[in-house]
């Protein structure tokens, strides 16, 4: 294995010891695994409109969140640095509150459209200013959310890139998201926190669920669940 590609945890070691998959692993670590990203890698981030983030605060207590905005809203400056801003939410900053306290920070593109594959980045992050960063790289995009201002960016120095495959990812078709009418559930706030019958919603087929099921629908049906 190449040591500059990978550095496994020794909590991967021990169970690919166990489980007979160190040698499986070690081509994985050598075939996959880079220390930066590569064109096709840069390309990929470029047309993602969404992706997940891992953060964890000192404690090691983890968050999981996903971001999304135009395709390339996650800016690749060079094969080593990506930035990507942060708008006004709801106010709890997990995320950055995370990355204040613990710099790791892991992100997962996943193309469900096209050509159904994911692009894991793991990385070092930290908040810059709108000027701090466009000073260093006046090329970012602006403006790429009309109306909004950055409150601030995430700046990630990247330590590994690698694949996620493509078995168990399903197809999603883009659609125009349901408006007025259409949508017909409890708002935002009261989603998760209002009473069960105040969270029953009747979907297209005017059937009756309650707002916390999700209905999917997939080309060639579910996937398989995942190892």
């Not at 640095?81 to 892991?106: C, D, F, K, Q, W």
Request: glycine fraction near 8%.
């Amino acid at each position: 294995m190449n040591s500059h590609d990978a550095t496994p945890s020794l909590g991967e070691r021990i169970l690919q010891d166990r489980l007979g998959t160190a040698d499986r692993a070690d081509a994985f670590y050598d075939r996959q695994v880079r220390p930066h990203l590569t064109a096709v890698m840069r390309e990929f981030i470029s047309r993602q409109s969404m992706v997940f983030l891992s953060t964890a605060d000192a404690r090691g207590h983890c968050d999981a969140s996903f971001r999304a905005g135009p395709p390339g809203f996650v800016t690749v400056l060079d094969d080593r640095t990506l930035a990507y801003p942060e708008y006004r939410g709801n106010g709890v900053m997990a995320s950055a509150g995370n990355i204040t306290e613990n710099p790791h920070a892991g992100l997962l593109f996943v193309d469900f459209t096209q050509h159904h594959i994911g692009l894991h980045v793991n990385g070092s992050a930290e908040l810059l200013g709108e000027r701090e960063l466009r000073a260093a790289h006046p090329g970012i995009p602006v403006d790429t959310a009309p109306g909004r201002q950055p409150e601030f960016w995430v700046h990630i120095t990247v330590v590994e890139a690698y694949i996620h495959c493509s078995k168990h990812i399903p197809h999603l078709e883009p659609a125009r998201r349901p408006q007025g009418a259409a949508l017909k559930r409890p708002k935002d706030a009261d989603y998760f926190t209002g009473s069960p019958t105040d969270c029953l919603l009747t979907d297209r087929q005017g059937n009756v669920a309650h707002a916390g099921a999700v209905h999917t629908s997939f080309a060639s049906g579910p996937p398989a669940s995942a190892s």
